[in-house]
């Protein structure tokens, strides 16, 4: 009887050829003799493996969505900004406060992404590798620019770029962390200007 088992072997999965999953276990019984034990697993692996993928789009989703928040988000804050600077005497105190409270708003949705993307970081891997096309990574990269282009009075320029296999995601991340640092970091007397 099983009752009388003094060893358990941990389970080994074997995918079968038929497609199904089924867990194999060693039991010793007394006296020597062996018991094998297969259970059918089939079900749990799949929800397994659905579960893995959809933690990978999810995970993929967040650094995405993270980094792309950035600018667009960045662009209502400087907007928020030139508004109040540009109207100050125009608006009541009550507009002031509002304006204030927006870009506040702002800041601490900033603190937010940037915190969901150190997470997403983490176990973030990239994306299967397909054609895309750098001309247009580019122009979405400095249309979430335009901001702070405008208030560096950068100018920017390239020669035709081709269509790589490349994460898309990525690209666009790398061409927008070159921009961004070649218009922050500039000699404070020369308006950028990014090649």
Do not use: C
């Not at 608006?91 to 969901?116: N, T, W, Y």
């Not at 405008?150 to 490349?166: K, N």
């Amino acid at each position: 009887t099983i009752g009388d088992s003094s060893y358990v072997a941990p389970g080994l999965e074997r995918h079968l050829r038929d497609g199904r999953w089924v867990l194999v276990r060693e039991r010793t019984l007394s006296g020597g003799r062996k018991l094998q034990l297969h259970a059918d697993i089939t079900l749990l692996k799949r929800r397994e493996l659905d579960l893995r993928r959809s933690n990978t789009d999810l995970e993929q989703f967040a650094y995405v969505a993270s980094h792309d928040l950035q600018e667009p988000l960045r662009m209502v804050t400087g907007y928020l900004q030139l508004l109040e600077r540009r109207y100050r005497d125009k608006l009541d105190d009550s507009a002031r406060e509002f304006i204030a409270i927006a870009v506040d708003g702002a800041k601490r949705m900033q603190q937010l992404i940037l915190d969901l993307l150190t997470f997403s970081r983490i176990s973030t891997r990239g994306r299967p590798y397909a054609p895309t096309d750098m001309e247009q990574a580019l122009a979405d990269v400095l249309s979430s620019l335009e901001i702070i282009i405008q208030e560096h009075a950068a100018t920017i320029s390239h020669q035709p770029l081709p269509t790589v296999r490349a994460d898309p995601a990525q690209m666009r991340m790398l061409l927008q962390n070159l921009v961004v640092n070649a218009v922050r970091f500039h000699r404070p007397d020369e308006r950028p200007q990014v090649n």
